[in-house]
Structures are given as structure tokens and as C-alpha cells.
């Protein structure tokens, strides 16, 4: 404790007042001499010994009265150490549990429970233990502590998940959660040790020490050799009637084994095979089920092995075959019969996704059911009047998108529609010079691994002038913008400063037009963000829905997102195998989740390398900076100062009250005898 | 006014007050001053031996003041003969005093105090009467102790042998008694000062071989007002002057029931006197000397 005004200290004097009050003003004494007491009776109440202690009790508290007044002046602090605070003899024992999902395998986890119960029964006097668990992401299970039974109930719930283990990655984990101490540092380490958890390079499952504390490591295996493991590592709709499954040897020696596949679609068993697969070391062994029919729409395959093996859950896998029509998209134009609609068109109708074009004319169009649609073309963007522009500006801010090429409409315009590109003075147009492709952006999903683009002959453009506000995805000679996104609110606004009548550029005949439609659809649509067989602890991208509202519904069935989450989440983590369902308006999609396949490789770390990884760790002592230092909760941090004046106030409070309650009872003790 | 009763309005009488002789530091001149107002304040009576009319002669014994010797007779007989006057009575007043530590209770005076200013007072009287004076000081032991003589100088030695005395110690009755009934074997009178804290049967069969040997036996019983009346406000532990016991005693006891105990020892004790043909003198330390004077000439000429 300290004192932060100690000068007050000399107010302590002040209690001589009521000793001597007590002690020496008294006229009260203590016993009384007599004759004789041979008469006498004695008192049935000890009356004299309770009033005595009274007086004493009321002296005590006049006198607490004025040390604590004092006390309350000094501001008195208490420096306490943080919770879990640890001296230079302590060792600090870091349990770190692996539950990835190989941990599932017969009873390795059981195993791994035990040995983190042992060690916390191993604790010594100085010793505290915290405890993290280790799959696709470190966590940390309850504050360090010294008592054992308090491990033992942070091991109780734990259990393995269907998280990646990745060893270079949890060492680097462990660096952001443990912090500085003035602990010396155990790093126990359970697990299976698979070989396909190690680290890419050995150096990034050192860890590292700083201050020079000690830091060593301590590997405790839950078994001893290989596994052998069979999973099934693929299904594949090859045909629209023939799924082909890959059934992978996972060991490190090549094996062969009986099994039986069987096809559910749907929650419905469709097929069952039996046969003989022979798999090398690290091998994939094929069978293809014949006639399978689909139903129309997301479809749900589960293709499970059987007899299953020790880990269990990687024999079922889970896909989805998305077996539904061509996606509908509307082609506005003010000319039905142009060649331009008949380019759109054949482009879309001939992409491997498939779209089925409504053509639909400007000067009629119904702007009320663009809703239904996630992207929509117009040949030319010129075309439009203001009022229309007006509502594909609302459509594209509320997350829809559109694909647009300028015409003859354009020209003479001061601005592009909806987009509001400037158009500049005067009509860019050759006969004798033609523009030239000079950059393309092939970063842009639209115009990934597309070729062609440099072939174009384009012999007029607008010239259109963009603020910073636009991307230009490709560009032509003299600065001038080929092809334009930007994004309007939620929405996208894709731009091509071309005719689609093979007028102003040969672009609608080249064969790059057809794969940028059709990349350019899978954008627009955001089906490129729409992975449908994840892998667990991945994260699905929630931009799919064109702008409306959707949920997402986990395997289980919960909903995942609340109702302002339904507009503003981007992503969520699929933490859980099986089938997530997204739900929007007028669509209904699944997404696969299976645990990571590198998990089912049961091939453990060499005992060599496993033992390099201890002794390497233990030499490192005193010698890199401190990593690992301490836990968060261990932290080596200034002691926390405590105020208890108010506590003392309080105090203060209950004396003054105790002592005018004993007074007045003093008081009226000698007023009834009087 | 009755002989012995006292009037604050007359002055010799008014030295008789206790709290007034407490301002004199010499116990003799204490007794002067008591027994001459005293006597002042009485008629010349012949019954009380004051008067110097002769009765007649007595032969002269070991114990007399030799001044008392008729010469004349002396040299016409060769015998000495002692003349007595009217109220003389021949007789041998022996004083035991309590000194136990309960005498010294008191808060102007103590009992011991009132108790010297008695004894003194007794003994100046008795020399007076040409009588025989010895003491007897004691608590549970014997402390000082003078046989009963008439000669020249007893009465200054007796009152020297009360001045020395202390409170002190217990109370151990039978000791003065049994000492006395031993080594005194004339008749006389015998005044015994104490505050009586003790067994009134017990007391009884020290006294009654005093009573059965011829001796009188006077007994002033000496209390402080305090003590037959106390009043205290509160709750009071009480220690013991004598043994240093404590005890807690409540104020409504010693208002109700205390005085009551106290009145039915002083009753008791009387008739223990009673019952042995002794005389009991209650006295408040607070009462004047006259009374207790009044009482031993009034006892001694009943016993004469």
C-alpha cells in the first residue's frame, strides 16, 4: 500500500484526543471499595463488565473513527499485481490441445485429454498452467492458473472439430496471444503430429523467445504410427446423368480395401457400388455412377464409403450440382430486329452457365420487375430517356448491375446515362486511323485469361473522359477508355465505348466478345463469388444475391444472420460440415462444406524431425526474442493501482453510525440506573 | 435538653461532632476536648463518680495509683488504705479496638478514626474515675496489647497505643477475646469498638466466657452512614476492603435489600449482646460522642 499525501499521517495525533478523553478525564473508576460485601448480592447482570466493554468498544471506534478520516486524506492506493501476475521462478506450462479434425480418429483425442490431465496433475508449487486449443485457429480456454482442477474443468467440454491444423500457423498464433512475462515458459504440445500439419518450412515452428526467458517445448504424441485411411476425395457430375467419385488411400504405403459406395441425391439413396480399390501411397481410385437422375434446381450429393474406418466423417462427402434452367437476363434495346441484340444474344445463350435472354424494348419497358433480374444489357446506353435512367441508376444503387455499349444514340449526348461518364466535345471517328488496344486488365475478373482483345479493329469511339470514380479495364491510344466499371452504390456499371452492331469495332464477330459476355455475366451476376463446395472454416462470400435480402441457414437449419446482417454482411465463416442453404428472392442455393481433405492424411511427423523440433526449441533459449512469451493474461504489467479511499468513506459511515448507536445506548444505560 | 443528646447551638457540645475533632491532630486533646464538653454538659450527678464525697476506705491492691494512698491512716495503721469518693467504683475499663481494613471505610472519617476518638474518649473518662484503663488493639491477630492499670501515665500510653493503630488485615474475633479472657482475671468492664462484620453466633461464644467470668461487656458497634444507607446511581463493582473479593451489585439491590440485610445484622448482633448480658451501642460515625459517652457511664453505672 502506499500513501500518494502521507503528510496527513501527523493528523494521527489527533486520537490522542479521545484517549485522553477516555483514559484520563474519566471520573468513572473502575471498582469501589467496601467495608464488607458480606451483604451483598451479586448483580445478575454482569451490567459493570458490559458497560466497561461499551466504553471500551466507543473509545476503539472514536479512535478508528480518526485513523481512517486520516487514511481517507492520505489517499491510500493499493498495487495489486494483475490477475495471474507470475514471478522470475515461476514456470509458465502452455497446454496446447490439437483438435483438428484428424484428432476425431479413434480415441486420439481421449488420449490428448489425459496427458493435458497429467500435466496439469504435474504441476508444481510455482507452476501455473494455461490451456489453448489448437485447429483452424488458436484459442485460448480459460486464464492461467495454478490449480490443477481448474484445467481439468477447461479439458471437460473441450472435444476435436473439423478445423486444419497447420503447425507453422498455430506457432504464429501463439506469438499474438502470448505476450511479454517474467515466466519461464513450457510449450506442451498433444497431438497426432500428422505430416500434412507441418509447416512449410521448418523455421516457422520455432518459436520465438523474447527478454531472453527460456522457452522450451515439450511434444507429447497420442500415437505412435501411421493410420491407414480411406476418404472419399471427390465427386464430379461428368455428364448430366454420371457422377464420378474419387476414393483416396490416405497412408503412406499403397493398400487396397473393400468398399461399398453409395449415391444419395437429396437425401435419397440413388446407388450403391461395391468394389475392390487399389490405391498406391497418397493415391485417388475412381468409380463412376451410371444414370443418375437429377432434380431441377441445387441438388445435394452425399457419397459415402463403407465399412467405415477410424475417422469417421471424412467416408461421406457432400456436393452440390447446381442443375438448374438458364438464369433468365434482359436485353434492353430500342431495336429488336439490330444486329447487336443478335450478338448479345448468341453470346449469352452459348456460355457454358447458360442464360436465357428476354428481350424486352426500351420505349416499353416496365422498369418494375428489374427486381427478378441480378444484371441486365443494353445495347445502347444512349437510348434511354432520363426517366428510365433514372430507375437503372435506383436498380444498380440497390445492388443490381448492368452490362451497356454505346451507339448512335449516344452521340450527341452530354453525358452517359446512369453511368454520367462525360462525353467531350466532338465524335472521335476514323476511316483511315483506327484505335489501337493499348492496356487490358486481365487482373479484372471480367477479363481474366481472356485473349484477343489486341486483334480488335476499332475504328470509333467516344470520347468519354472519367474521374477516379471509374475503372478503366482497358484502354486505347491517346488515353482514351475502352471498356469502364464502375460501381453505383451496391451495384455495378460496366461500360463498353463501342457499338454492338459491328458498326464502330469488329468486337460482336471476334470470338474474345463471347468469353467476355460470358465472364462478364458471371461477374455482373456475382456468380463468381459463389464457390458451392467449400471447405469448412472457409468463409462464403454473401454478394450473390444482386442486392436483395437473403438468409443464410447453417447444416443444422439455424439462421445465421440477423435481420441488418441480411443487407450488410459480406462473408460468413462455414464453421460446420454439410450443406449451408442461402436464401434470396426467387433464389435458393446450397453450399457444400467438407472438412479439409489434408486432415484425413494419417501419416504422422518422423520421430526424428519431431525430436529436431524439441531440441531445436529447447536450444533456443536465451537466445531469439521472446515469443512466446507470456500469456495475455500473464502480462508483465505495471501493477494496477486501487484507490480505496471510498472504501474507507464507507467505513467512516458504518463507525460514525455504530458509534452514536453505542453512545446513546451507553448514555441511557446511566440515565435507568440514575 | 436530655443529658448526652447533642445541640448545635451550644458550643462545647458541638466539639462532641466527629467531623469537627477530625480536624485535631491530637488524639489526647481530642479526648480532653470530648470529655470535658462532655462533662461540662452534665448536671453534677454523684451517680456518674464525679462528686469528692468520701464513702469510705479499701485496702490498697496491686494495680492502684499509690497517689490514692491515705497517708494518714498509713501512719496510724502501717497499712495503706485507699479512700474512695462517691462514684468510684474501684473498677478497670479495658478497650479493644478493631483495627481490621473494613475500619478504614469512611469518606469525611473512618471507623477507626471514630473509633480512636471513642477509645481516647472512654479512657480520659475512666481516668477521670480514677478506674483502671489497658487496650487492646487487633484485626485477626493481636497487635498491641496493655493490661488494665490505674498507675500515673496509663492514659497517655493507651491513647498513644489507639493514636498507632492502622486499618489493616482481616477481623479475627476470638483472638482479642480468648487473649483477653487469659491474661485478665479481675472483673471490669470491657468496651469493645468494631464494626461487627463477622457471625453474630460466633461472636456469641467468644464473648459469652467474658460474660460467664464476670467481665461487662459493652459493644459499640461503629458504622458509616454509607454503609447502613448507600446510595449509589449505577451498576458498581465493589471491592472487599478486607479480603479484596469482588462483586458486581446492581443500585435497586443496594436500595431495597442491602439496608435490610444490614438492619438484620445490627439486630442480630444486639441480641447476641442481649443474650450474653452485654450491651450493644449502635453509632453512626456520623452521630456525636456524647451518646457513646452517655451510654458507657449510663452501662457502667448500671454495672458499679
Known sequence: MSLLSPLFLFALLGIALPIWLHRLQTNATEREKFSSIMFMEQSQRRIHIQRKLKYLILMALRILFLVLLVLAFTKPVFFVAPEGAVTEDTTHHIIVIDTSFSMREGDSFDQAIRLAEGLADDLGADDIASLYTASGSVETIGTATADPALIRGGLRDLEADYGRLDIGAMVSALDSLITSSQANFIIHFISDFQQSGQAMRFADMIPDVINGRPVSLSIHPVKAEDVPNWSVASVEITTVDSVRVGIKNNSAADQSAEKTLSLSINDIEQQSLTETFAAPADGISYLTFENVLFEEGDNRLDVSASPSDGLLEDDTRHTVFDNSPPAPVILLSSDLESLAVTYITTALETAPRGYEVELQNINDFDPRILQRYPWIVVDDIGAINDSLASELQSYVEAGGAILAAVGERALGQANIPVGEQTIGGGLTFSRTTSYNIQRVNSAHPVLDGSVGWNNLAISRVLPIEVDNTNNVLINLNDNIPFLIERNIGLGRFLLLNTDLNNTWSDLPVKPVFVSFIAEAARHLSNEELLVKEQTINSFLQLGQSGGASGQVYDPSGDSLLSLADTTQAQSIQLSETGYYRIVTLGRDILVAVNPDPRESDLSIMDAQALQNWETMVAGSTGNMELVNGVAVNLAEEEPVAIEIWRVLLILLAVIVISESSLGNRYLRFNIGTT | ?304
Not at chain 2, 487487633?138 to 498513644?160: A, C, M, W
Not at chain 2, 442481649?274 to 456525636?288: F, S
Request: aromatic share 8%; charged share 25%.
Open chain 2, 1 to 304: 435538653m436530655r443529658i448526652g443528646q447533642t445541640d448545635n447551638k451550644n458550643a462545647p457540645t458541638r466539639l462532641l461532632d466527629p467531623s469537627v475533632l477530625s480536624s485535631l491532630s491530637n488524639l489526647e486533646l481530642v479526648a480532653k476536648a470530648v470529655v470535658e464538653g462532655f462533662v461540662m454538659g452534665l448536671h453534677r450527678s454523684p451517680k456518674y463518680g464525679f462528686s469528692q464525697e468520701f464513702v469510705e476506705y479499701r485496702a490498697y491492691t496491686d494495680g492502684d495509683d499509690p497517689r490514692h494512698i491515705d497517708w494518714n491512716v498509713y501512719s496510724r495503721t502501717d497499712k495503706t488504705f485507699i479512700k474512695l469518693f462517691k462514684g468510684e467504683t474501684n473498677s478497670h475499663l479495658m478497650l479493644l479496638l478493631d483495627t481490621s481494613a473494613s475500619m478504614g471505610f469512611g469518606a469525611t472519617h473512618t471507623k477507626l478514626q471514630y473509633g480512636k476518638y471513642l477509645a481516647a474518649s472512654l479512657a480520659y473518662l475512666a481516668s477521670r474515675q480514677h478506674d483502671a484503663i489497658g487496650a487492646m488493639i487487633f484485626n485477626d491477630e493481636i497487635v498491641q496489647y496493655r493490661p488494665p492499670t490505674s498507675k500515673s501515665g496509663t492514659l497517655h500510653g493507651v491513647i498513644h497505643t489507639l493514636d498507632s493503630a492502622d486499618a489493616v488485615e482481616g477481623t479475627a474475633m476470638h483472638k482479642p477475646f480468648t487473649r483477653f479472657r487469659e491474661h485478665v482475671k479481675k472483673r471490669g468492664l470491657v468496651a469493645v469498638i468494631s464494626d461487627f462484620y463477622c457471625d453474630p453466633e460466633a461472636l456469641m461464644a467468644y464473648v459469652r466466657p467474658l460474660a460467664l467470668h464476670g467481665q461487662d461487656v459493652i459493644m459499640f458497634h461503629l458504622l458509616d452512614p454509607d454503609e447502613l444507607n448507600p446510595n449509589i446511581k449505577e451498576s458498581t463493582l465493589y471491592e472487599d476492603m478486607e479480603s479484596g473479593e469482588l462483586i458486581e451489585v446492581d443500585p435497586v439491590f443496594m436500595k431495597q435489600d442491602y439496608p435490610q440485610r444490614i438492619k438484620a445484622h445490627i439486630a442480630a448482633i444486639e441480641k447476641t449482646a442481649k443474650g450474653m448480658n452485654a450491651d450493644h451501642v449502635m453509632l453512626n460515625t456520623n452521630d456525636p460522642l456524647d451518646r457513646a459517652l452517655h451510654s458507657y457511664l449510663t452501662f457502667r453505672e448500671k454495672r458499679a
